[in-house]
């Protein structure tokens, strides 16, 4: 069929040969001759929690609304359950469920109006009553959404990208703007559906957010894929090096840090505050610290360890993920 | 397999949802339900204006007038300015990764716009016929054609406007649109009163074929002549602003 055509290698490296969930292959989607998306291609397993992150314009909402069949791509090909999310999409939509970035809500409809809506237009809906309960949204059923908090909000958003028992459900920066207590719940819900065999396709630029819940992680920016693994695959590849971040009242410029003979790297990511990578961590604190004493700089802030993926993500593309 | 069974199911709802939000927006049913029937009672109770025809009452000449600004004030007026919130709102967006089709959405719209279209038909017809004496006359066909086509027409007005402009320009200009409408489109002043150049401005306006269709058909042609003409200009601006809609229409 078209599908095999399309993806040989796919069929071929499949584990136990379950379809996989998403494949897209070579995706290319530009806004007035801009690529947003510039050649991504990467393959979501079912059954997984897939994060994609990366910064703000890096691609993320565009690659999640081409493969929701929201917008067509403009090259590459997709694949979503095994189907074209653009020809098949009557039989796609009932199988997935959306949570958008922002908004989607009749701000006059509330919960129980807007999940007893959603549930018409399923074929197999889920109970509104569990999906309220579920939510944490029982109290505030009959509450009109604009009068809702910004966290039970975005929690009806999620409960309505769940009351059609999805087999799979996009997640756009789902706990951006959440409370805390809100993305803890949205982290169980998370857990639950993987539990549930359900796949989950999130973007975030929470780190720790892809890190506690992914299976695997894609770091993309600029539309492209810049790295692809497990949380700890990601990290394996820079483990021998440690992480010291230090914070001087007043700038410094950094080729004074970088002479220093066991540091490896130093990053500038504020005004007097650097990120340094360093090898054999005890001795270049003492020689860091023997230098700072030395030319009499006074010390804010020192902190020392592991490489987080945000430091990867830092080494990476050179930015910071919240920029 | 399962679309047979979920697309009525479906789009119910969404009428459903469609007719509880509008009964919900105050504002909007001042100006739906309210603006026709004060009027139709002031001026047929004041003789302010001369109207034709009007030797005992003027009610059988104001009243097609009032049923056509129905039909504006729910397709143009309350159609336009909440869809334009719900794309605003990101409402569209998300009901376009839902399983109901945009065209269903679409349906679901037109239904719940000639729902009531239909309780504020009766209300007019009613106080008409209590208060004023308002008798039936004419074609009943005529009357639901014309009522349909003008229903095409401003329902596309009020999408175009939804889907391709701002939500607050699409909130004002809705308004102002219905007041110019009300004035030139026929509706409660004669055209005769007014001056040539306004006159011929209201003559190219979408509601002038749509008042003038209601009035002869309500009438039997009496207090307004061609109704094949004044239709089949009416459907001709139904085509254009409905490919208007089609053509701007946004989702978000």
């Known amino acids: 069929m078209a599908r095999g055509v399309l993806y040989p290698r796919v069929e071929t490296s499949l584990n136990a040969g379950v379809d996989p969930a998403i494949v897209v292959d070579g995706l290319v989607k530009r806004y007035s001759g801009q690529e947003v998306v510039a050649g991504l291609s990467l393959t979501v397993q079912r059954g997984e929690v897939f994060a994609l992150l990366g910064p703000n314009g890096a691609g993320k909402t565009t690659t999640v609304e081409i493969l929701e069949g929201y917008r067509p791509a403009d090259a590459g090909a997709v694949h979503v359950l095994g189907l074209n999310p653009r020809r098949e999409a009557r039989a796609l939509k009932q199988r997935i469920g959306v949570v958008l970035q922002q908004g989607g809500i009749y701000p006059q409809a509330t919960p129980q109006e807007m999940l007893s809506l959603f549930a018409r237009f399923y074929a197999h809906p889920a109970r509104v009553d569990e999906l309220l309960e579920l939510a944490g949204l029982a109290q505030v059923a009959r509450t009109r959404f604009r009068r809702l908090s910004g966290g039970q909000q975005r929690r009806l958003a999620l409960a309505l990208a769940l009351v059609g028992n999805p087999d799979l459900v996009f997640l756009d920066e789902p706990t951006s703007g959440m409370d805390p207590q809100g993305r803890q719940l949205t982290w169980q819900v998370v857990s639950q559906l993987r539990e549930r065999g359900v796949t989950v396709l999130l973007t975030t630029h929470y780190m720790e957010e892809a890190q506690r819940l992914a299976d695997h992680i894609a770091i993309i920016d600029h539309g492209r894929l810049l790295a692809f693994g497990t949380p700890r695959e990601l990290l394996r590849g820079t483990s021998d090096t440690t992480v010291v971040r230090l914070r001087l009242p007043h700038a410094l410029p950094p080729e004074q840090l970088r002479a220093l003979s066991l540091v490896h790297t130093v990053r500038e990511l504020d005004e007097g505050d650097y990120q340094l990578e360093v090898e054999n961590p005890a001795a270049a604190l003492a020689e860091l610290t023997a230098w700072l004493r030395d030319h009499q700089v006074v010390l804010d802030d020192l902190r020392v360890g592991q490489v987080t993926l945000e430091d990867v993500f830092l080494q990476l593309t050179g930015r910071d993920l919240r920029e | ?252």
């Open chain 2, 1 to 252: 397999m399962t679309d047979v069974h979920t697309l009525p199911r479906a789009l119910t709802a969404q009428v459903g949802m469609e007719l509880r939000l509008t009964l919900r927006r105050g504002e909007s049913l001042l100006i739906t339900l309210a603006v026709p029937v004060l009027l139709l009672v002031f001026f047929s109770s004041l003789s302010i204006v001369r109207f034709p025809g009007s030797d005992s009452s003027p009610v059988g000449y104001l009243l097609p007038g009032m049923l056509a600004l129905a039909v504006i004030s729910n397709g143009m007026v309350s159609v336009g300015i909440a869809t334009a919130y719900e794309r605003y709102y990101g409402v569209l967006k998300l009901l376009g990764s839902s399983p109901l089709p945009r065209a269903g959405l679409i349906v679901a719209k037109v239904v719940s716009v000639i729902v009531l279209e239909v309780i504020q038909l009766l209300l007019l017809l009613l106080v008409a016929a209590v208060f004023y004496g308002w008798r039936p006359g004419g074609s009943l066909i005529e009357a639901v054609v014309a009522l349909l086509v003008g229903t095409a027409s401003f329902t596309g007005l009020g999408l175009a406007m939804a889907g391709g402009i701002r939500a607050e320009i699409t909130l004002a200009g809705a308004n102002g649109l219905y007041l110019l409408f009300l004035l030139l489109g026929n509706a409660v002043l004669p055209l005769d009163h007014l001056p040539g150049v306004l006159q011929a401005v209201a003559r190219v306006l979408p509601a002038t074929p749509l008042t003038d269709a209601l009035r002869s058909a309500m009438t039997g042609g009496t207090l307004a002549s061609g109704f094949g003409s004044s239709i089949v200009e009416e459907a001709i601006w139904g085509a254009v602003l409905i490919l208007l809609a089609a053509l701007t229409f946004k989702w978000e």
